[in-house]
């Protein structure tokens, strides 16, 4: 079946420290993975997206690439602020079973000045 | 006014209420979804919309009752809630499920429910 896994949190840095949160998927198809953004008191924000192996996607100075030998879309950014304590979400969503969207539980961050 | 939209962004209620959530959306999408988040729980899929026609019920009581009256509206309708209903609910909203290309689900801010 189809499942994702997310490493767990929290995590708190130091501002312009480097970020890595981990995720690795399984599918039993051709999925396109995702990563989302929750900020306080709001719903989920699409913070970037791969939709085949190799693809990188990239946002606000974040970045994940689509491994598919390791089946993995671990997200990375080299600096990160205050104002990107959150809590992020990896996701896949497989054509195979209809489009439907499979979230990790979160990992929240923090960043202190 | 853009995007996804829910309306109460907070409500308390008894476990005897009947209560109803309602979702509206902005961009023009064939497909709607509600969620539910708990804390440590990852995202739980409620149930799909598609072009207003039902796609998915994942084992969801009968205490909670969608409704898609047309593409841009979606409403949960609750009744006789139990304590561990509580929880955000979200909306999300998509192209539509008959292209067969993957698609980026918008969320919209969702409703935080107390049951007491």
């Known amino acids: 079946g189809n499942s994702v896994t997310q490493m767990e949190g929290p995590v708190t840095l130091s501002e312009e420290a480097f970020l890595t949160i981990n995720c690795t998927y399984t599918a039993t198809g051709y999925p396109s993975l995702f990563w989302y953004v929750q900020y306080p008191g709001e719903g989920l924000q699409l913070l970037l997206k791969?939709?085949?192996?190799?693809d990188k996607g990239s946002n606000k100075g974040f970045e994940a690439t689509y491994r598919k030998e390791t089946t993995s879309f671990h997200l990375e950014k080299g600096s990160v602020q205050v104002s990107d304590s959150a809590v992020y979400f990896c996701a896949l969503s497989d054509r195979n079973t209809g489009n439907q969207f499979y979230f990790g539980t979160g990992t929240s961050l923090t960043v202190i000045p | 006014e853009t995007g996804v939209t829910q309306t109460p962004r907070h409500l308390v209620m008894g476990m005897t209420n009947k209560k109803s959530l309602k979702c509206e959306q902005h961009l023009g999408h064939n497909a709607m979804y509600w969620y539910k988040q708990s804390a440590k729980k990852p995202l739980e899929l409620m149930f799909v919309?598609?072009?207003?026609?039902?796609?998915e019920n994942n084992s969801v009581p009968s205490r909670f009752s969608p409704e898609c009256p047309n593409s841009s509206h979606l409403f949960l309708h609750l009744h006789t809630l139990q304590p561990e209903d509580s929880a955000l609910y979200l909306c999300a909203s998509s192209q539509g499920l008959a292209g067969g290309a993957q698609e980026t689900q918008y969320f919209g801010p969702g409703t935080r429910l107390l049951v007491l």
């Open positions: 919309y598609n072009f207003k026609e039902q796609t």
């Open positions: 791969a939709t085949k192996a190799d």
